[in-house]
């Protein structure tokens, strides 16, 4: 297995407070990554960073052995990394089945588009997506009138409509409840192996879910990294991230 | 299909019906008999309906709000102007009077290609889309948006109104041109009282309308939507919003264009009031009204609203001045009853239809 992305030295600051502060991290080809750390500690900001939606002022990023900081966001897209946001964003006027054939993207340009309808989407793997998300009843819905989990469902289904060979997704499961977290972790056990994923989260319960090897952040440096035990029990971590409840366990 | 709406007013091939059925019945008008200075003013409404689509096609669709239709709209106009007012010059009379009276001894220099008929046409076509086209970059590729947007395009079209106004010399400034004969190409003279006339505007209506909703139908089209709803998803999705989005000003810019180049053909006359402000944003209350989202919508609000404002001012002229206040009157009610028009008012009334059907079908099966 190949390393896929590697952050070399990737440093955002504001003035001299630096969000991300030299950080460095390498995800391998075909893994699921987890990130977590402290409110502010800058896990976002990699993934902005990553993404171009946010200049870096230092380092490198390294995809697929070439260096992409730089680019534009649309062609970072295009170089095969997808990415779901924090707080969904679907198409709320345009229907289920539109969202996804938008995320459809074989060719960006606008002229070609116009001489473009939809016949020509590839049929089977858009079937198999819409499977995985379970959205198959609602196809004719309009985003809009989804529920917040199922509208969660639809921006995966719609990074991965694109097929991309990173898949960046910040807080899959934020503001889902119990059950629609369960239903989120056997998608996301079902795309493990066949793509790469780092997930940023909150939900300590999903982490363990799903997670394989974990990277943790505080500071905008890397504290620590390994599976899911070793960083249960790592004193550093225990301390800025499961500080609170070591102190609770304590009492 | 389980849980669907599928509300009438969504069927592709009813919509297309609907606007060949609409284009067929406004072609009819002059059958029945429309007098000469009354089909004049049905031209001017073909005109009006373009503008309208023109809007509808970049904010309703595009969610980018011009207040700056005006600016291709009068550009072509004046191209136009100049056009047929050559054609009435000679080259033993090769000053337009209005020049004279601007102490003009020659002609200048931007209106020697108007000699040209071919030349005029492409001038009016050509230099309001590279316009649109290196205005539309700058803004985008800042990736301006939303109110930015509508002050930028005010502004610019302000900044041709008073150009149009203080280039006396070559605009006639206030008094505007007004060129003595209807243009004629290949020797065809179109008469702006004629049927002929009509028939060209409203082809040029329909032509623009339905290219508009093929390219909607396009995938190009949900793309488009797609960048309203959320430009940085489609970002992310790996599209260039700044091109998309410079594609459907210039492409609604265009339908504008054409609507400035037959509007002087039907009124023989151009001044800076193509530039004023009030014009731009009464297209915009147009297409609100008729429910930015629907071509179909705009096209009727265009006509109904300039139809009203003319027989009013018929009545009295206290009429004509309170025509303002009615017209905003209206535009708030839309703006809070109706935010998506009349259109959109449309859907809903269709919707219950549909229910209708539903709960009464199962009783026809049961009685038969």
């Known amino acids: ?251 | 299909m389980t849980g669907q709406t599928q509300n009438l007013y969504h069927n592709k091939a009813g919509q297309w019906l609907c606007y060949i059925a609409l284009f067929v019945v406004l072609a009819l008008v002059p059958v029945f008999g429309a007098e000469p200075f009354q089909l004049n003013v049905y031209s001017r409404y073909a005109v009006y309906a373009m503008l309208a689509v023109s809007v509808s096609m970049v904010w309703g669709f595009g969610g980018i709000l011009s207040l700056g239709q005006g600016i291709p709209y009068g550009l072509a106009a004046y191209c136009m102007g100049a056009t047929m007012q050559m054609q009435y010059q000679t080259p033993d009379d090769p000053i337009p009077s209005f020049m004279l009276t601007n102490e003009l001894t020659e002609l200048p220099a931007v209106w020697e290609p108007f000699w040209s008929t071919s030349i005029g046409l492409i001038l009016a076509l050509g230099v309001p889309t590279l316009i649109m086209t290196i205005f539309g970059i700058l803004m985008f590729q800042a990736r301006l948006a939303g109110a930015f947007v509508a002050i930028m395009t005010l502004a610019i079209l302000n900044a041709f109104y008073s150009m149009a106004q203080d280039l006396q010399p070559f605009t006639a400034g206030f008094n505007g041109i007004s060129p003595p004969n209807p243009f004629t190409a290949f020797g065809v003279t179109i008469d702006p009282y004629s049927e002929m006339l009509y028939w060209i505007n409203l082809g040029l209506l329909a032509l623009v309308t339905l290219v508009s909703k093929y390219v909607l139908q396009s995938k190009f089209g949900t793309i488009v939507q797609a960048t309203r709803d959320d430009a940085e998803r489609v970002r992310f999705l790996g599209y260039s919003v700044s091109y998309f989005q410079v594609v459907v000003f210039v492409f609604a810019g265009l339908i504008a264009t054409l609507a400035g180049i037959v509007w002087v053909m039907t009124v023989q006359y151009v001044s800076p009031t193509a530039f004023e402000t009030p014009f731009s944003i009464y297209m915009v209350i147009w297409a609100a009204v008729g429910g930015r989202h629907s071509l179909f919508g705009a096209i009727v609000a265009a006509i109904v609203l300039n139809y009203l404002q003319t027989e009013l001012a018929d009545i009295s002229e206290i009429w004509q001045k309170a025509w303002l206040l009615l017209l905003g009157g209206i535009f708030i009610a839309v703006v809070l009853l109706l935010p998506r028009g009349l259109a959109g008012l449309f859907e809903y009334l269709l919707g219950f239809i549909k229910i209708g059907r539903r709960q009464a079908a199962p009783g026809r099966i049961a009685a038969n």
């Open chain 1, 1 to 251: 297995m190949g390393v896929l992305l590697e952050l070399k030295d990737l440093t955002k600051a504001y003035d001299t407070y630096a969000v991300v502060d030299r950080l460095n991290l390498t995800i391998n080809e075909g893994e699921l990554r987890c990130l977590i750390g402290p409110n502010g500690a800058g896990k976002t900001t990699t993934m902005d960073l990553i993404t171009g939606r946010q200049k870096l002022t230092g380092g490198k990023v390294i995809f697929d052995g070439r260096e992409i900081n730089g680019l534009k966001e649309n062609k970072i897209v295009r170089r095969g990394i997808g990415r779901k946001f924090q707080v969904p964003a679907v198409f709320k006027d345009l229907s289920v089945r539109e969202n996804l054939e938008v995320a459809f993207n074989r060719n960006p340009d606008p002229f070609a588009n116009m001489l473009m309808f939809f016949r020509r989407t590839d049929k089977q793997r858009f079937d198999e997506i819409v499977e995985l998300i379970g959205l198959g009843e609602r196809l004719g819905e309009k985003a809009g009138f989804l529920s917040h989990g199922e509208t969660q469902w639809l921006e995966i289904g719609m990074v991965l409509t694109q097929n991309p060979r990173l898949l960046l997704m910040d807080e899959p499961t934020a503001g889902m409840t119990e059950q629609e977290t369960l239903k989120t972790s056997e998608i996301f056990k079902r795309l493990k192996g066949a793509h790469t994923l780092v997930v940023v989260e909150h939900d300590m319960t999903f982490v363990r879910q799903i997670a394989e090897t974990i990277s943790v952040l505080h500071l905008g440096k890397l504290l620590a990294e390994g599976p899911m035990h070793q960083i249960e029990n790592d004193p550093k971590v225990r301390e800025v991230y499961l500080g609170a409840e070591g102190i609770s366990d304590a009492a």
